[in-house]
């Protein structure tokens, strides 16, 4: 295959670790299960940091958990760190993190096997929890770099059966006493590369192998209550009703119905979680609880949406004799990939011949956090169908390879000419 | 208080029980949650077995776990019993089921200790699962009774998480293998009067403090699912999404239109139980699993509100390309109570001079299974505020006592009058 410095990024060694990855939390249907804490969640930090050590990198386990692996480098520099997350959604698919991890192991192989000397000090990273788990807090490994979750509400998190999150954390090697030694500055990491699949259906649609990633989508959750009046589903005639389950049926007709209006393809917004209460058949329902998420490629058009939702929802809580509640949980603004490190990968893909596209994630990622303080970039491959979050999760062998060179070569140009001081 | 054969219903001594069963499954805010199969089921039973030998009845338990408690008669004539149920919906009041067999039992109570010598045996009776359960089967005690519901198909249930219904049978005392031997005729059962509070505001517009019930709704349920695509919530665009709540959303305002369309105080409607899968904030809602119940009060009604739900709701589905099925789970017709009983009720009644309203129940009872193959009769106590299923459902003691003590002077008239061969 076509390279640039002579360093060839190598399908068949990346694949073999691939399927010996992908055997870590393996279900029946092809997808694998490694949520953070789990007993997979151990066995591919154990994996991965042997097949570090093979390729003589060395291995350090950061406070909340991160896997670094670094290639030391020849001159006083700042870090620059390829790599994902290696945990997985219940029932996800072999490709989601593992893929960027393992293409990042490939890559350090490839440099070190070409014999190539790095400046920067190169580094594999694994970030802890990327994926939703029970201690509702994703993306934790790489918020914690960047200084967006505190010690106090780490060391205050619990999961839904009340298990401590410093429990889990020690278990991968953790401690949340230390947590803020985990946090990074731009004089300690001056770049993060991050490969992804897309997990959705663009790149396919454009019939390209790859996209060079502009920015990652804010993401803004509500975590909402409607409260109605349980009565008895027999004896209360319809006018009497005030029913919580048909209020919020309306209002989740209305949240669909301004994100439809906006006709934008940087606009989604998901009740993806819903509960009512008591849940029998024959009781009104007296309260729904639900999470609504909107993703925007601006703040600005983010909080419009969440207004203008609380607002039709308001006008039809009252219209129906409910309360309606809304609180924030999450409110993350979208991120800017680092133009430097676009203008680098684009102008790699381009020398190697490989046509990209240019999009913004609709996904959250690693990088978003990264990309709140230091240069951040991503890149995708595509998803076939666009499933991902699934067990069908699949993405092209030949479409990685080309990705992979990338990677390899862009590393190769941003140690040569990224040169911040440490 | 007045009374027509010098045996007079003991408010203390009925109030009294009531307190210390009340206690068994109490929430904070002053309701009861006694589910069929739970702990609290177990204890209530216990309870009330304790309570019926006290006074010297006989304690049987049949294959579907109904409590009966016999006071055997002075002539080979059919039983006449009287009862409800002692569990409860989750969150539920105190009075609801537990107001007919407490009463019940103080009603037998008054005439042993008045020394009255019945022509009939008479029994006390507390159905099994009246409420809805996981197994999917209201009035299952009742049902069985009456031949409503196969050995087969009571065998075959499970809960929603596996569990067999047998397991739940067996614990109760009873065993779904011997469940024919269960079946009553009217030759078994000549009469059946069951005391519930009305669970509505009607009395209470009327102020009168008792009713006699003329009748019983239909009771239609359908168990629905909703198919749609769990998909990536970032990443997948708003136009390619087949989202399960959206489309239950949608159908459920459907259903509730129809009902409001028909303008009539004789149905009602409800979703009262729903689920959606798997439930994540950041993944489209693949699929909805809920229960929609029609009651009407004729078979007319009620199935051509189920049928033109039905159409609309695929309609909806075909056009968010979603897929929807619905399986009838109740399909209970509507049942008169019997005319002698009435007569006798009413006659009671007015010689007590306790001013009474006649009303048709939009609850189910177990009584409406018992019309289905003897005489029935019921009572209805007013609800304050027209509260129930909640835990703020209450009804004045002042009423109980009215209502047990016409109770009491029923059960004397139809002693003496009914006399048909057991």
Redesign the interface.
């Known amino acids: 295959m076509k390279n640039l410095a002579n360093i060839s990024f190598s399908g068949e060694r990346f694949w073999t670790h691939f399927l010996a990855f992908s055997n870590i939390g393996a279900l029946s249907q092809g997808g694998v299960e490694r949520p953070f804490g789990s007993k997979e969640d151990l066995e591919a930090r154990l994996y991965l940091q042997n097949a570090c050590r093979a390729i003589g990198l060395e291995v350090q386990v950061d406070p909340i958990g991160n896997l670094w692996a670094v290639m030391p480098g020849t001159e006083k520099l700042s870090m620059i760190a390829v790599g994902s997350h290696h945990d997985s959604?219940?029932?996800g698919g072999r490709f989601d993190g593992a893929l960027g991890v393992l293409t990042s192991l490939e890559t350090l192989h490839a440099l070190k096997e070409g014999g190539y000397k790095n400046r920067h000090p190169l580094a594999l990273v694994s970030f802890t929890a990327e994926e939703?788990n029970p201690f509702n807090l994703?993306t934790m490994g790489s918020r914690t770099v960047a200084g967006r979750l505190t010690k106090d509400s780490l060391i205050r998190s619990r999961d839904w059966n009340g298990r401590p999150l410093q429990e889990a954390i020690l278990a991968v090697g953790g401690n949340l006493e230390l947590v803020e030694q985990a946090r990074k500055t731009s004089n300690d990491l001056g770049a993060f590369l991050e490969l992804h699949i897309?997990?959705?259906?663009r790149l396919e649609r454009a019939q390209k192998p790859l996209a060079v990633v502009t920015g990652i989508?804010g993401?803004h959750?509500l975590d909402v209550t409607v409260i109605g009046?349980?009565?008895?589903?027999?004896?209360?005639?319809?006018a009497?009703r005030h029913?919580a389950?048909?209020a919020?049926?309306?209002i989740?007709?209305a949240f669909?119905k301004s994100?439809?209006d906006e006709h934008r393809?940087d606009l989604?917004g998901?009740?993806?979680?819903?509960?009512?209460?008591?849940?029998?058949?024959?009781?009104?329902?007296?309260s729904a609880r639900f999470?609504v998420?909107i993703?925007a490629s601006t703040v600005e058009l983010m909080h419009r949406i969440a207004s203008l939702f609380q607002k039709k929802a308001q006008a039809i809580a009252k219209r129906r004799g409910v309360q309606f509640n809304a609180d924030v949980i999450l409110d993350q603004a979208p991120e800017e990939m680092d133009k430097f490190l676009i203008a680098a990968l684009e102008d790699v893909s381009t020398k190697l011949q490989i046509p990209y596209d240019r999009l913004f994630?609709?996904?959250?990622h690693d990088a978003t956090h990264m990309a709140s303080f230091t240069k951040a970039g991503m890149l995708f491959v595509p998803s076939i169908d666009?499933?991902?979050?699934?067990q069908d999760e699949e993405s092209r062998f030949e479409d990685i390879v080309l990705a992979g060179q990338v990677m390899v070569d862009a590393i190769i140009q941003m140690d040569q000419t990224l040169d911040n001081n440490s």
Request: aromatic fraction near 4%.
């Open positions: 959604v219940p029932q939703p994703s897309e997990q959705g259906k989508c993401i959750r009046e349980a009565n008895h589903a027999g004896t209360t005639m319809l009497d029913d389950f048909l919020a049926s309306e989740a007709l669909e994100l439809l393809d989604v998901t009740i993806g979680r819903f509960e009512i209460f008591p849940n029998a058949a024959n009781i009104i329902p007296g999470i998420e993703r994630s609709m996904a959250g666009g499933k991902s979050h699934c």
